[in-house]
Protein backbone atom coordinates (compact mmCIF):
# COMPACT_ATOMS: atom_id res chain seq x y z
CA UNK A 1 0.00 0.00 0.00
CA UNK A 2 1.09 3.43 -0.95
CA UNK A 3 0.06 6.66 0.45
CA UNK A 4 0.47 9.72 -1.81
CA UNK A 5 0.51 13.39 -0.16
CA UNK A 6 0.63 16.46 -2.50
CA UNK A 7 1.41 19.67 -1.86
CA UNK A 8 2.94 23.32 -3.20
CA UNK A 9 -0.10 24.00 -4.69
CA UNK A 10 -1.71 27.59 -4.59
CA UNK A 11 -2.59 31.45 -6.56
CA UNK A 12 -0.36 32.70 -9.12
CA UNK A 13 -0.17 35.06 -11.55
CA UNK A 14 0.49 34.03 -15.25
CA UNK A 15 4.15 33.80 -16.10
CA UNK A 16 4.73 32.59 -13.02
CA UNK A 17 6.56 29.08 -11.48
CA UNK A 18 5.09 27.13 -8.76
CA UNK A 19 6.95 23.20 -7.68
CA UNK A 20 4.83 20.75 -6.79
CA UNK A 21 5.84 18.02 -4.16
CA UNK A 22 4.19 14.67 -3.56
CA UNK A 23 5.45 12.63 -0.68
CA UNK A 24 5.05 8.44 -0.43
CA UNK A 25 4.32 6.42 2.38
CA UNK A 26 6.12 3.13 2.44
CA UNK A 27 10.05 1.07 1.72
CA UNK A 28 9.30 0.45 -1.72
CA UNK A 29 8.56 3.87 -3.49
CA UNK A 30 11.87 3.72 -5.65
CA UNK A 31 10.37 0.53 -7.35
CA UNK A 32 7.07 2.82 -8.20
CA UNK A 33 6.44 5.07 -11.31
CA UNK A 34 5.03 8.40 -10.67
CA UNK A 35 2.90 10.32 -12.76
CA UNK A 36 1.22 14.01 -12.43
CA UNK A 37 -2.27 14.72 -13.52
CA UNK A 38 -4.78 17.48 -13.28
CA UNK A 39 -8.29 18.02 -13.27
CA UNK A 40 -9.99 21.44 -14.51
CA UNK A 41 -13.37 22.14 -13.83
CA UNK A 42 -16.00 20.34 -16.39
CA UNK A 43 -13.21 18.82 -17.81
CA UNK A 44 -11.93 15.03 -18.04
CA UNK A 45 -8.24 13.98 -15.88
CA UNK A 46 -5.31 14.63 -18.21
CA UNK A 47 -2.00 13.37 -18.36
CA UNK A 48 0.29 16.09 -17.38
CA UNK A 49 4.06 14.31 -16.84
CA UNK A 50 5.66 10.87 -15.75
CA UNK A 51 9.02 9.40 -14.71
CA UNK A 52 10.35 6.11 -14.60
CA UNK A 53 11.08 4.37 -11.41
CA UNK A 54 14.78 5.16 -11.65
CA UNK A 55 14.54 9.03 -13.09
CA UNK A 56 15.87 7.97 -16.46
CA UNK A 57 12.60 8.71 -18.38
CA UNK A 58 9.95 11.27 -18.45
CA UNK A 59 7.15 11.82 -20.42
CA UNK A 60 5.24 14.82 -20.97
CA UNK A 61 1.85 16.58 -22.19
CA UNK A 62 2.62 18.22 -25.31
CA UNK A 63 0.65 21.22 -23.55
CA UNK A 64 3.44 21.39 -20.80
CA UNK A 65 6.38 20.42 -22.62
CA UNK A 66 9.61 23.07 -22.31
CA UNK A 67 7.27 24.70 -19.40
CA UNK A 68 7.19 21.75 -16.47
CA UNK A 69 9.40 19.32 -15.27
CA UNK A 70 9.15 16.36 -12.82
CA UNK A 71 11.94 14.64 -10.71
CA UNK A 72 12.10 12.49 -8.09
CA UNK A 73 14.26 12.33 -4.46
CA UNK A 74 13.95 8.07 -3.70
CA UNK A 75 15.98 9.05 -0.34
CA UNK A 76 13.16 11.42 0.47
CA UNK A 77 10.13 9.23 -1.25
CA UNK A 78 8.92 12.47 -3.04
CA UNK A 79 8.22 13.20 -6.50
CA UNK A 80 8.30 16.88 -7.73
CA UNK A 81 6.45 18.94 -10.51
CA UNK A 82 8.10 22.20 -11.50
CA UNK A 83 6.15 24.52 -13.38
CA UNK A 84 6.99 27.07 -15.24
CA UNK A 85 5.96 29.84 -17.60
CA UNK A 86 2.16 28.85 -16.01
CA UNK A 87 -1.14 30.36 -17.87
CA UNK A 88 -5.16 30.30 -16.85
CA UNK A 89 -5.81 27.32 -18.80
CA UNK A 90 -3.09 25.24 -15.95
CA UNK A 91 -5.56 25.82 -13.23
CA UNK A 92 -6.76 22.46 -12.29
CA UNK A 93 -6.57 19.95 -9.41
CA UNK A 94 -2.91 18.09 -9.93
CA UNK A 95 -3.13 14.60 -8.65
CA UNK A 96 0.18 12.07 -8.54
CA UNK A 97 -0.05 9.02 -9.05
CA UNK A 98 2.29 5.83 -8.42
CA UNK A 99 1.87 3.09 -10.59
CA UNK A 100 3.38 -0.55 -9.14
CA UNK A 101 5.77 -3.01 -11.12
CA UNK A 102 3.26 -4.70 -12.77
CA UNK A 103 1.63 -1.46 -13.80
CA UNK A 104 1.80 0.12 -17.39
CA UNK A 105 2.49 3.74 -16.55
CA UNK A 106 3.34 4.87 -19.67
CA UNK A 107 -0.56 3.22 -20.64
CA UNK A 108 -1.54 5.67 -17.59
CA UNK A 109 -2.18 1.98 -15.20
CA UNK A 110 -1.74 3.89 -12.12
CA UNK A 111 -2.40 2.20 -8.62
CA UNK A 112 -2.46 4.99 -6.19
CA UNK A 113 -3.72 8.51 -6.16
CA UNK A 114 -2.99 11.15 -4.07
CA UNK A 115 -6.42 13.50 -2.65
CA UNK A 116 -4.79 16.67 -5.20
CA UNK A 117 -3.67 19.82 -4.54
CA UNK A 118 -5.81 23.41 -6.05
CA UNK A 119 -3.24 25.31 -8.79
CA UNK A 120 -4.81 28.93 -10.13
CA UNK A 121 -3.41 30.44 -12.49
CA UNK A 122 -4.48 34.27 -13.09
CA UNK A 123 -4.70 36.42 -16.09
Known amino acids: QVQLVESGGGLVQAGGSLRLSCAAS????????MGWFRQAPGKEREFVAA????????YYADSVKGRFTISRDNAKNTVYLQMNSLKPEDTAVYYC????????????????WGQGTQVTVSS
Open 51 to 58: ISWSGATT
Open 97 to 112: AAAGPHSDYVAYEYDY
Open 26 to 33: GRTFSSYA
